[in-house]
């Protein structure tokens, strides 16, 4: 296993289109997390799945924006009517709680969204 | 409550010198706090973590401070180098609820050859 893997590496898209992302978590994480990093700030979370399960969505999480993680596997997110205040840096990152103390907590390279 | 505040923003050491950075939060049910070290265009990677059970954690060159008390926590960084040079970020969070992390803003650390 060599990490969490995300694709693609960069998307640019005009404005109003839809994007989806993927990640594929570390095999035996069966916690997923979806984060955005904007230039100069530190990573925000957007959702969390525990296997197949969202039980946890963010605020900044708007209605474009929606993620699945069928059969608690590899995870995806999409945005519909992209805008410009959705260029980021899109973060997954996987766990397990019953790790070592570091809980395993391993992110992606992340997917670099350009909107214009 | 859910904030994080790390400090300071950018630092600059000479090779060889100790960086640290500072962290402060006010959530007491957080119970894990990590450091990330992140470079352009890469995501965050796990640096060293601590459980607020200890007061400090030495991992080589890296050691973090904690203190309970205070709500405080810091990375101190020895004999800095010029492959250090990043951006460094403090977390904290409950892992047994979601685990979800937060972060702080970050501190970009240069160190001078």
């Known amino acids: 296993d060599t990490g969490v893997s995300q694709n693609p590496r960069h998307k640019i898209t005009k404005r109003g289109q839809n994007v989806t992302f993927r990640c594929d978590p570390i095999?035996?994480?069966?916690?997923l997390y979806w984060y955005r990093q904007t230039l100069g700030q530190g990573p925000e979370f957007l959702t969390y799945?525990?296997?197949?399960?969202?039980?946890?969505k963010s605020r900044l999480l708007s209605d474009r924006f929606s993620a699945e993680r069928p059969k608690g596997s590899f995870s995806t997110l999409e945005i519909q009517r992209t805008e410009q205040g959705d260029s980021a840096m899109y973060l997954c990152?996987?766990?397990?709680?019953?790790?070592?103390?570091?809980?395993?907590?391993?992110f992606g390279s992340g997917t670099r969204l350009t909107v214009v | 409550q859910q904030q994080v505040k790390q400090s300071p923003q950018s630092l600059i050491v000479q090779k060889g010198g100790i960086s640290i950075i500072n962290c402060a939060y006010e959530?007491?049910?957080?119970?894990?706090f990590p450091w990330y070290q992140q470079f352009p265009g890469k995501g965050p990677a796990l640096l060293i973590a601590?459980?607020?059970?200890?007061s400090e954690k030495k991992e080589g060159r890296f050691t973090i401070s904690f203190n309970k008390s205070a709500k405080q926590f810091s990375l101190h960084i020895m004999d800095s180098q010029p492959g250090d040079s990043a951006t460094y970020f403090c977390?904290?969070?409950?892992?047994?609820?979601?685990?979800?992390?937060?972060f702080g803003q970050g501190t970009t650390l240069q160190v001078k050859p």
């Open positions: 095999s035996e994480h069966n916690r």
């Open positions: 959530n007491t049910a957080f119970d894990y």
């Open positions: 990152a996987s766990s397990s709680p019953t790790g070592r103390g570091s809980y395993g907590y391993t």
């Open positions: 977390a904290a969070s409950t892992t047994g609820n979601t685990g979800k992390l937060i």
């Open positions: 601590i459980r607020p059970d200890v």
């Open positions: 799945f525990q296997n197949e399960a969202q039980l946890e």
